[in-house]
């Protein structure tokens, strides 16, 4: 195994490389499960090549609530299989396959109701740490504890008193959503994929019934590429429908989008030493700990608009704040808001006008030889999701090569559950060395400690750079939570192609200042363009489309509805439309 680069150099060798020859699996889609398919397909040993239009994790899988988690609320839907499969993901990144990346988030539940609320509510979250325990991947994580309100106000002093009569405190993960999923990219490169981003497959070969391939415009030069392939397998998310119609076959279901929005607030407008989940008329609403701030979110509305850019109106925000503020000792006002992002949940289309009580489990088919799709499910469940899509794409590629029958010489099966991610193998011992490598590089120990828990065991990869380049190590001006170190590698090592992909996937710099990163876009863009190739014409060119952006994401948010928001989002398009 390598560690894999995602620079402007293999990107462009793994298009050509895609196009030399037939690959076994082509992926179309790089959010979490269409990373999570290349990887699984490659560690079974087949010449797999993965594409996504835009950036890796652009959509979906950069916009969620951050959480890996088995999902309490199902277990009152009474959907305890998909609660404890997604239980037993959680334990394996937290304990095997990702420890760099996923770590324990406490969660405090107040209970409005004496007596029967804390028996109906402690009940489930007894069965939610008994599922997790009888998983074999949960003892890692603390038990739930019940708490009086003395107790509840001691962890959690921002809460009103009269908001509860007293809590449960248990335990859920997180992780950076787009993180993981550049970290997944590299992974399955590291195993042999071909990955390429900014690749958009604009139709599909076919040989009679059979799709064979498909056509791939590089959207950053404008060539075209014919890549041809045993299985392709659709993983495009909330864009399925749209993949779909590229046959001219009309799909097997239908993905509906719902869209969330999440606030970001500083740390200190919210005093807790815990998180907090809350009920609402719809679902719940979850204040999340993020560094030094908080996430609050999320909405659950459908979206029949934009789907690259979901816009954020004013009476989301509103809805947000109004919520947590029934709870909060001193409210959240719009002042407060640092940062603000929509995402799309892909739901399969059922019959329920509510896209909250849509399935969240996954569906995988094979609508037509040679193409499979796979659709619905949650982040945290990637992996499954991504077994049954290769499982699938196997059975397509002929006879004697099912997974059952590896030792007669078949496709192997799936291996990703003993598969650790990149970084995550040595990480705990350098983790317990970090006052050592602090000694060593003259960075603060915090700063070591932030370099492990985003990059792991790679983090000494970051660290030679500041080596050979001691400005490196020196923080952003107007972000200090980020080295200057942290962008050059993201250009260099991590597939960033554009300004837009460092401050909002790479970092998160773009909604944790209250400048949105505008004040960082031009020492980013200067860090990034020896990397990339820019001059100073493409330098100003990546800062003033940054700037438009975030423009047009504040008026979006200072509109009523999601028809004047989706439209004043627009008014900033991509810097490489397409």
Partial sequence: MRTATLGPAERAEALTAMADRELDVLVVG????????????????????IVEARDWASGTSSRSSKLIHGGLRYLEMLDFALVREALKERGLLLERLAPHLVKPVPFLYPLRHKGWERFYAGSGVALYDAMSVSSGHGRGLP?????????????????????????????????????????????????GALAASRARVTGFLREGERVVGARVQDVETGGEYVIRARQIVNATGV?????????????????????????????????STTGLILRTEKSVLFVIPWGRHWIVGTTDTDWDLDKAHPAASSADIDYLLAHVNTVLATPLSRDDVQGVYAGLRPLLAGESDATSKLSREHTVAHPVPGLVVVAGGKYTTYRVMAKDAVDEAVHGLGPGVSPARSAWGGVAPCVTEDTPLIGAEGYRALWNARARIAARTGLHTVRVEHLLDRYGSLAEELLALVAEDPSLG???????????????YAASHEGARHLDDVLTRRTRVSIETFDRGTRSARECAELMAPVLGWDERQIEKEVAHYEKRVEAERESQRQPDDLTADAARLGAPDIVPL
């Fill in 143 to 191: 038990v739930h504890r019940h708490l009086s309100r003395k107790g509840a106000l001691r962890v959690a002093p921002c809460l009103r008193r009269d908001a509860l009569t007293g809590a449960l405190q248990y335990y859920d993960a997180q992780m950076d959503d787009a993180r993981f999923v550049v970290t997944l990219v590299r992974t399955a490169a590291s195993y």
């Fill in 239 to 271: 864009w399925t429908d749209d993949t779909q119609a590229l046959i001219g076959e009309r799909g097997q279901f239908h993905v509906r989008a719902s869209k969330g929005i999440h606030l970001v607030v500083p740390k200190d407008r919210i005093h």
């Fill in 30 to 49: 790089g959010g979490v499960v269409g990373a999570g398919t290349a990887l699984d397909a490659a560690t079974r040993g087949l010449s797999t090549g």
């Fill in 474 to 488: 020196e923080p952003l001006a107007a972000a200090d939570d980020y080295l200057r170190a942290e962008i050059v």
